[in-house]
Structure formats: structure tokens, C-alpha cells
């Protein structure tokens, strides 16, 4: 049996299609079967290596990137959202003055120091709980080693009393629903929209279509929501010029806060955002006063390869699960999932991440409550909010399978020419003003010199430089942007690759599987072929025997089918003569 597999085996290397092996098998050559066993040694492991790599590669899933033009896309405006950097450029609140809240707050220092003592003894201020680095000014040395407690302490009250005294600590005490600005004209003082051929649209756009939204940082922003605007049928935005006026300068003094996220210069900060989406004022723009600012907004439909091309995949969501009036977006989801962690400890929100709406309890910052109550949500507000979330709710939220994303370039120049100056305060400020009392003692200059024959110097009338800037947003191209991932490896380019590489080095193909198909059948028929009684095979089967009795008469004589048993591959042949019977066996 084995010399049977054997001389297959031998018989198969000899026309195989696989280079080198029948080379080998059939050369008598010392040296050219070294040739040859050399090159398929060699061509296999560069081969296996380089297969190694191309598997490492396709099962690490990697994506292609690919940019290019919708240009039967259709653009979509974003929605805009402007906040005046200067919180009290509407007026100072008559709920609570800015003075007020400090010496409220002067008052309840003696508490402060006392809860903050206290908690340390419990041991709910460490390292673990109430999120020490969350005061830059804290050393971790200090915080470890526990040297020196009192200097600590102090420390922790110092910043805990600044964070509280903050012009976010300031806008938390105030109404929500801010009282009617005492400016005149409006933040929002114009605005127009403009077509595909930049031609202006019949649309309504006032201060009116902007929602008043409350901002932690800014008190109040306008919101310009794409969504809710009538635009008539058959137009589409593309552009939005805007006269904002900032207000007149705040004549008090204020603590200077260096911070990432929260801007303190004069202006207005812009964020431009996709429609149906809440604004990210972490990174938004700011813009001065007496300035033209061009803003080009560049949309771009971003698309993604589910899991395993992306990691942890993509969601496929729509709207937010707990806010259903806003799209959904991965920043938003993240800080929803953080506010929902600290309102299951705590019983209430943080003002440092998005806020879920304008009526829900913010943490620890109404003065006006009393003390115990205020610093109990404080304390809870730190200690929860640097615990380390960010693993679970990044597991949580996925990134968009498919989004709208907006990205800006902006070019400033002074604005406005001296000459236009008394058309816009005739504009927007001459008539509809004059019921102002400080407005029309900041412009007095123009009111004086409006119907003076002679021109005024330009040093004169600077008001409106101080107070307007002029924006215009616009979409440069007439056509959305792609940028879409698509797979590196398909399964047809693996294929094609593998099956290269095999051909290359080797020489094998299909045709080379279906050699070794036979092989396999032709071994397995052998193998038969040997296990096969005795009689019914060789040189004593029933063919062979009938064939030698017909051909040799006088050795075998007559054979006949009625004389043949096979019993246990031993057979046992019975034949009849003239002369009698005769019976011989084979073992």
C-alpha cells in the first residue's frame, strides 16, 4: 500500500504545475536539483512573508479617503449663532448687579471656607473624589504628598471663591429669560439673504427670526436656525449679510480670566454649524467692531465605512435620544452623556457642557438659594465631573455614518469708509433711537452735526466704528463637497493579490487545486484498490480467471460462474470436467 501512495505521489510531482518540484523529481543532476530545490525554498518564504503582510493589512480594515465635487448636491446654509462677547452690552440685570453677587458671595466665604474644611476631613477632598485638577493652581505634588494641609487648603478655597466669582459663576445667579435690551438698535440691526445668483431673497430676516438662547459663558446668544425660515419655493440660500451693533464698552471693572474656551475681547464670536445642531462654542470665531469680515463656508458631506473600517463603527442616527429637536452629533452626544452622569449623582447640571434645555437646574452657582444648598451642588458638580466618563461615553457615541460639515475662511478689513458713516446712523440710529436717553448722549456728536452744512472731521465720529461690524457669509462654491472612506482592500483586491503573489513565485493557480483534487481522488482509489478482496482483483479475479480458462483449455479447463464463493479474501475456485470434478484453492 505504501509503494502504491508512493509511486502516486512520484507520478503526481512529475507533471505537476507548481515551478520547481517536477524540475527537481525529474533531473538526475546534482546540481540542477539543487538549483531547484533552492529557488522553491527560497520563493516560499519571501512568498510567506510577503503574504503575512497582506493579510496583516487587510484584516487591519484601512479606509481610502477619496475628495471630490458634488456637483448635482445640493448646498444646505448652516445654521448661524452670534453671541456679543460683552454681557452687559443689553445692560447690566436689575435682578442681580455683578456688585451684588460679589458681596453675596463675600458673605457666604466663612461657609465656603468651613464646607470645604469639612469635606477634607471626610475625605471627599482627594485625589480620587473631588477632581483636584480641576484648579489648575494645585500642584499634584501637593495634592500626593499631603505636606503641607493647610497651604492646600487655602489653595482649594482661593480657586474654589474664583470660580464662583466668575462671570459664569455671575451669569448662573441671573434669569434665564433675559429682560428686553436696554440698546439701541437690537444686536441683530440688519440682515438679507442672497440667492444662487447672489441676487437678494424676498425672505423676512430680522432680529425676529433669531431664537434667544441663554449661554453660561455669554448669557445671551441669537440663533439664526436655518430650519425655521421661510424661504419661497425655489430658492436656495446662499449667502447672509449681517449688521450686528456690540453696544457701547462696560464702564466697569472686571476680573481677567485666562481661559481656553471663554473669550474676553470686544467683538462678537460666530459660530457657524450644521442645521438642526446645537452651536460648539469652543471653537467658534470672534470678530471686532469696525470691521467687514468675509466668512466662506465650505460644506462638505462627510460619509464613513461602518465597523470594523471605523473603530467601534458609526452611528446611524438621526436625531438626539435626549433632546429629539436636535440632530445628532457626536460632540453633543458625548456631553449629554457626561450631564446625564452628573445628574444621577448630583440632581443637576453642569454649565461647562452643553446643557440639555433652557429650564433645567444647573449645579451650585444661584446665590440666591441658600448657602448649604449651593455649595452641596458645587462640591458634587467637581467631584463627579472629573471622574473619568469619557471611555463609556466614547463607547457610546459613535461618530456619524453620514454628516453635514462646515468648515470657514475669513478675511477682515476696517469698516466703514468715513464717507457712509452719517447714512447709517440716519439709517438705524437718527430716528429710531430717540428715545434712548444714553444712546443719543453716545451719539451726540452726529445728532449735533447731522444737519450741519459743513463735513465733520473723521476724528469726531467714531461711535459707529466702536459699536457695528458688517458680516457677510456666503458659500463660494455653488456645490457641496464629498469626502467619503471606501475600503482599501475589497475582497476582489485581496484575491487578485494573493492570487499574483501564488502565480508569481510559484506558478500556482486554480488548475494547480484541481491537481491536487485528483491526487487526492487517485490515492483514495488506490487505497481502495488495495483493501478489495482477492478474487475480485489481479491475477485471480473472476474476469482473469475466465479469460485463462478459455485461452489455456488443457491448464485451467472449463470455468464456470456456479463454483465461485470469495470468502474473507480467500478464494476458493470449483471447476467441473468430463472426467469428474476437481477442486483446487488460492490462498
Not at 466665604?109 to 469639612?118: A, H
Not at 449679510?241 to 456690540?246: A, C, G
Amino acid at each position: 500500500m505504501i509503494q502504491t501512495i508512493k509511486l502516486e505521489l512520484l507520478k503526481y510531482a512529475e507533471n505537476t504545475s507548481i515551478k520547481g518540484i517536477s524540475k527537481f523529481v525529474k533531473s538526475n543532476n546534482v546540481f540542477i536539483k539543487g538549483l531547484w530545490s533552492l529557488f522553491f525554498i527560497v520563493s516560499l518564504i519571501y512568498m510567506t512573508f510577503l503574504m503575512c503582510k497582506v493579510f496583516q493589512n487587510y484584516y487591519s480594515y484601512p479606509v481610502n479617503t477619496m475628495r471630490g465635487e458634488l456637483m448635482d448636491g445640493a448646498l444646505k446654509f448652516p445654521d448661524i449663532t452670534l453671541c456679543n462677547l460683552d454681557i452687559f452690552a443689553e445692560g447690566e440685570s436689575p435682578y442681580m448687579t455683578k456688585k451684588k453677587h460679589s458681596e453675596i458671595l463675600q458673605s457666604l466665604k466663612p461657609k465656603i471656607e468651613r464646607k470645604i474644611k469639612k469635606s477634607f476631613q471626610n475625605h471627599l477632598v482627594g485625589e480620587k473624589e473631588i477632581g483636584y485638577e480641576y484648579f489648575e493652581s494645585l500642584s499634584q505634588h501637593e495634592v500626593d504628598e499631603r505636606q503641607n494641609a493647610d497651604s492646600y487648603l487655602d489653595k482649594i478655597i482661593e480657586n474654589s471663591f474664583k470660580i464662583l466669582n466668575s462671570i459664569p459663576g455671575y451669569i448662573m445667579s441671573l434669569k434665564k429669560d433675559r429682560d428686553k435690551s436696554v440698546d439701541c438698535p437690537n444686536f441683530i440691526v440688519d440682515c438679507q439673504f442672497f440667492d444662487m445668483d447672489w441676487f437678494p431673497i424676498d425672505a423676512k430676516c430680522s432680529v425676529k427670526n433669531f431664537t434667544r438662547e441663554w449661554n453660561s459663558q455669554y448669557y445671551t446668544c441669537y440663533s439664526l436656525q436655518m430650519n425655521e425660515m421661510k424661504i419661497p419655493n425655489g430658492s436656495t440660500v446662499r449667502g447672509l449679510s449681517l449688521l450686528l451693533n456690540v453696544g457701547p464698552p462696560y464702564p466697569g471693572e472686571l476680573e481677567y480670566d485666562f481661559s481656553m474656551t471663554r473669550s474676553q475681547a470686544r467683538g462678537v464670536q460666530v459660530n457657524v454649524h450644521s442645521p438642526g445642531t446645537p452651536p460648539n462654542f469652543r471653537w467658534g470665531f470672534s470678530l471686532p467692531p469696525g470691521t467687514e469680515s468675509i466668512v466662506e463656508i465650505i460644506q462638505t458631506e462627510r460619509i464613513r465605512e461602518d465597523y470594523p473600517y471605523t473603530n467601534s463603527g458609526c452611528s446611524k442616527a438621526e436625531k438626539m435620544s435626549q433632546a429629539p429637536e436636535y440632530n445628532y452629533s457626536r460632540d453633543l452626544c458625548m456631553d449629554f452623556c457626561k450631564q446625564q452622569h452628573i445628574k444621577e449623582n448630583c440632581g443637576c447640571y453642569t454649565h461647562l457642557l452643553n446643557v440639555p434645555s433652557n429650564d433645567t437646574k444647573l449645579c451650585g452657582y444661584n446665590v440666591s438659594d441658600t448657602g448649604d444648598n449651593m455649595l452641596a451642588n458645587f462640591f458634587c458638580l467637581i467631584k463627579f465631573l472629573n471622574l473619568d466618563q469619557s471611555q463609556k461615553c466614547r463607547n457610546t457615541c459613535l461618530v456619524p455614518c453620514k454628516e453635514s460639515v462646515y468648515d470657514t475662511l475669513l478675511a477682515t478689513a476696517t469698516w466703514p469708509q468715513a464717507s457712509v458713516r452719517r447714512s447709517i446712523f440716519k439709517k438705524y440710529i437718527e430716528g429710531n433711537c430717540t428715545g434712548y436717553k444714553d444712546v443719543v448722549s453716545r451719539y451726540a456728536s452726529y445728532y449735533e452735526n447731522y444737519n450741519a452744512s459743513s463735513s465733520v472731521s473723521a476724528p469726531k465720529l467714531t461711535e459707529i466704528e466702536e459699536s457695528f461690524l458688517e458680516i457677510k457669509l456666503g458659500m463660494k462654491q455653488g456645490f457641496p463637497f464629498s469626502e467619503k472612506d471606501s475600503q482599501a482592500y475589497t475582497t476582489d483586491a485581496m484575491v487578485g493579490t494573493v492570487g499574483g503573489m501564488l502565480s508569481l513565485w510559484l506558478g500556482i493557480t486554480v488548475a494547480s487545486a484541481v491537481e491536487v483534487v485528483e491526487l487526492i481522488c487517485l490515492l483514495l482509489n488506490r487505497l481502495w484498490d488495495v483493501k478489495k478482496p482477492t478474487c475480485l482483483r489481479g491475477k485471480y479475479s473472476v474476469e482473469n480467471m475466465k479469460n485463462a480458462s478459455e485461452t489455456h483449455p488443457n491448464e485451467y479447463g472449463n470455468f464456470s460462474n456456479d463454483a465461485i464463493r470469495c470468502i474473507d479474501c480467500k478464494a476458493v475456485i470449483k471447476r467441473s470436467d468430463e472426467n469428474g470434478r476437481n477442486e483446487f484453492n488460492k490462498y
